[in-house]
């Protein structure tokens, strides 16, 4: 497998006629873009050509695109875009749960489809291997991952392991909504518990250390019904 230099896309969606469109509103962004109307083709394509993105439908006619998903995030870190037709929280949990790094609904405008492309690209450059060691600054807050260190206003701010896990998580992969199971893996690390609860207690007190106005968080968001991301620039 040799990964591409330059970005490139492996877009997966059956319908010929949305395929073509789509490619032609990501045309602005300047990026070869393979093509695969198949689960199994794009399996393929995506081993061979080691893509910087994934564009994926669900619906396909070979098999379930949360399959081609799941297989996909087995073997690779490539940051996955989902197609659904579906617009519900179950659907979209499920998914990131799954390891998709986004979703986008149909129909939807050629804005929102670049826009989201352009955030997983930045994402994933941010991710690469010269910024193994992620340093995040807000106006206030900055969180420096390897001295394991919170500041605010210049002073350091205490927290607890589980207040640092839960940002450390969240910091290293700014912008992507970890859903509540995934943070409740991987801060608490066992099986029991409602994880929306625990969350819910833990965040409360990890944004009166850190937000400005720790009701209206700007920094720590809440996705309703689906999980939490960092706001990468405050
Ligand atoms: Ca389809």
Known sequence: MIPSLAPTALLVEDDVALRHAM?????QLHMPILESGTGADALKLAAEHAPTLIILDLGLPDCDGRDVCAEIRRGS???ILVVSARDSEAEKVHLLDLGADDYIVKPFGNAELVARVQALLRRAARN???????????????????????????????????????????????GRTLTHQ?????????????????????????????????????WIVTEPGVGYRLEPDG
């Open 182 to 218: 995934q943070l409740f893996d991987r801060v608490w690390n066992r099986e029991f518990g409602n994880p929306q609860q625990y969350l819910r207690v833990y965040m409360t007190h990890l944004r009166r250390k850190i937000e400005p106005e720790p009701t209206v968080p700007r």
């Open 77 to 79: 870190d490539t940051p």
């Open 23 to 27: 490619i032609e509103a990501l045309a």
């Open 128 to 174: 690469g291997p010269l910024s193994q060691t992620p340093f995040l600054r807000s106006e206030s807050v900055t969180v420096d991952i390897a001295q394991r260190k919170v500041t605010r206003d210049g002073s350091v701010v205490r927290l607890t392991p589980i207040e640092w896990s839960l940002l450390e998580a969240l910091a290293r992969d700014p």
